[in-house]
């Protein structure tokens, strides 16, 4: 049945009427079908998504996420295409010292207070100020990486080339790591260097192109505010960029007003019913896949009992409990949601005039709640420590063994309870906190099995579930003695064993490349390269033809498949089968 535009506009209408007036009785379950109801009429009339922002957002706020991971060792794994400064896995740590009452430029008090010592300091900088490094010679004589902010305070006009090419000798002259926010949040129109962005990729392009010039140890790091104009229009392009940072602070209240509506705190991503997670979102996925990602200013704010608030007139607030909850949900989930976000600056300053407060130091129930986040080992404070594990998606998994689970939930308004694990049906394992980690033994399981994660919100009942199917017995490949996680696991055809292309090139360090006009999978490492085309059992190493092979690369449900022992073998690496275990073992030279 067609139904005309008009008539599906209406129905829309009606159904936002319903989730708002359910919405406002405190029955967001109830009210978030009818948000989907109205998106889906009004899309389908041709309403763009800009005008009904508020209702998607509610949607994300509502709607019930839960992803599963697995823990995975570092050691062994070297991933591809690092940039310059980035560290394989983690994020580097570190604030801003030198208006911290618990600090002032003193590293060792800062580890003090803290808990473990800062892997980066956050400086500011302004352009043409100084014809030096305006950083503490305390925090110089430490050699620790710097995180700078360099701002044209006096306009663009002023960066010009003898100017920055003087800052670009100092910086060499440092000889450290620095991160070289030219311009930050210049997408925002509290800062003078907004409002023109042709302008302002020119002179980051200079910046660029001196600091590669001059000062080798620094990367360029392109830095807007996650609200304000269109960001994107002022990307100069990425052969100039090394890493994307944001500034994105968590507020109890937007603007520091108890008397925000709901509506307004959703839109920019504050207050105590969105997800703090999703400001990153939309520039994580826009950049991650090619730059790594510095949350380069964040805070969480805890009051607004300061002398501004005061001198507006706003109600004074105490959000102690929402700041820490909120630090120790970001803390828990980066490593799972955004694991190429590989910095996280706090600014800790009392004396911006800000009406929200947000240094860290001067409130215990937030410190304490920061200090216990940190501690995992995935914070950094050096860029020569490597944590122990990383986490890896359940899908992309080979799950086998002692195998520790975790799980990202967000429920919305219906608050965070536990989650339990179920093996076949039977609780193996349940978890209070985030982000609830569980070890499950998998040890001598044979053939097929379910594994069931259910998340309870604050109230007991079930909000989500997922389960996770997955063959004990199925062929594994073990690189060095570690087991490899296949999205698509791997395939015994004619007693050859076929693995997914990119997922073990990558494994054994090789650059892969897809040619789809001729269907070849090629992969290059060092002064070798592997030629596999689909249904062609002639392989092609360094330009020359080998002998047919018995199982050919194949495309099996989407995936290229080629054989592990041809693949290994080409790259100089002994490859065995240990038949009790169902087991490809590859070993390095």
Do not use: C
Not at 213 to 239: C, I, L, R, T
Not at 246 to 274: E, R
Not at 423 to 450: C, F, I, N, Q, W
């Amino acid at each position: 049945m067609i139904i005309a535009d008009g008539n599906k506009r209406m129905a829309g209408y009606y159904a936002q009427q319903v989730a708002y007036t359910l919405d406002e009785l405190g029955r967001s379950e109830e009210a978030l079908p009818y948000y989907e109801m109205k998106v889906q009429f009004y899309r389908e009339t041709g309403v763009p998504d800009e005008q009904m922002r508020w209702d998607i957002l509610r949607i994300e706020q509502l709607k019930p996420r839960l992803e599963v991971f697995v823990a995975r060792p570092t050691a062994g794994v070297k991933p591809g295409d690092l940039a310059k400064h980035e560290p394989a896995f983690g994020a580097l740590y570190g604030g801003t010292v030198d208006h911290d009452p618990a600090v002032y430029d003193d590293l060792d008090r800062a580890a003090a207070t803290y808990g473990k010592p800062y892997g980066m300091v956050m400086v500011y900088n302004s352009v043409a100020e100084y014809d030096y490094l305006n950083v503490s010679s305390l925090v110089l004589e430490k050699g620790v990486p710097l995180q700078i902010a360099w701002q044209p305070t006096r306009g663009l006009q002023s960066v010009t080339e003898p100017v920055v090419r003087a800052y670009a000798r100092k910086l060499a002259e440092y000889g450290q790591p620095v991160y070289l926010r030219f311009g930050n949040e210049m997408n925002g129109n509290w800062v003078p260097w907004y409002g023109n962005p042709e302008l302002y990729k020119e002179k980051f392009r200079l910046v660029a192109r001196i600091m590669r010039e001059e000062a080798p140890n620094v990367a360029m790091v392109w830095a807007p505010n996650y609200v304000g104009a269109d960001y994107m229009q002022y990307y100069p392009g990425d052969e100039w960029v090394d890493w994307v940072g944001v500034s994105a602070y968590h507020d109890a209240y937007f603007l520091a007003d108890v008397n925000q509506s709901d509506m307004t705190n959703g839109l920019y991503y504050q207050g105590q019913k969105a997800n703090p997670l999703d400001k990153f979102k939309e520039i994580y996925e826009r950049f991650a896949d090619r730059k790594p990602i510095m949350i380069a200013e964040t805070g969480y704010n805890y009051s607004n009992d300061t002398p501004e608030a005061r001198r507006l007139g706003l109600p004074i607030y105490d959000a102690s409990e929402w700041a820490a909850q909120t630090a120790r949900y970001v803390y828990a989930y980066l490593p799972m949601v955004y694991p190429r976000i590989k910095m996280v600056g706090h600014f800790n300053n009392p004396r911006t005039g800000d009406k929200a407060a947000y240094t860290m130091s001067q409130n215990r129930t937030l410190l304490n709640a920061v200090r216990e986040a940190i501690a995992d080992d995935w914070y950094l404070s050096s860029l020569d420590q490597v944590p122990e594990n990383y986490w890896h998606p359940i899908e992309q998994a080979t799950l086998h063994g002692k195998t520790r689970v975790a799980s990202y939930v967000w429920l919305g308004d219906r608050g965070l309870g536990k989650v339990e694990y179920r093996l076949d049906g039977r609780l193996v394992a349940t978890s209070h906190k985030v982000p609830y980690v569980a070890d499950v033994d998998l040890t001598g399981l044979t053939g097929e099995h379910v594994l069931t994660v259910q998340a309870y919100d604050k109230s007991g009942r079930l909000a989500a579930e997922r389960s996770y199917t997955f063959d004990a017995s199925a062929v594994k490949v073990k690189l060095d003695g570690r087991v490899l996680d296949f999205a698509k696991q791997p395939v015994n055809e004619n007693g050859r064993i076929l693995v997914p292309f990119r997922a073990i090139a990558e494994a054994l360090g090789a650059d892969v490349q897809w040619n789809a006009q001729t269907r070849t999978a090629i992969a290059r490492k060092g002064g070798t390269e592997l030629r596999l085309t689909i249904d062609d059992p002639v392989p092609v190493l360094n330009g020359k033809r080998l002998d047919p092979l018995q199982a050919p690369a194949r495309n099996v449900g989407g995936h290229t498949m080629v054989p592990a022992r041809v693949f290994a073998e080409a790259f100089g690496m002994k490859v065995d089968w240990d038949g009790l275990t169902r087991t490809v073992l590859i070993e390095s030279p």
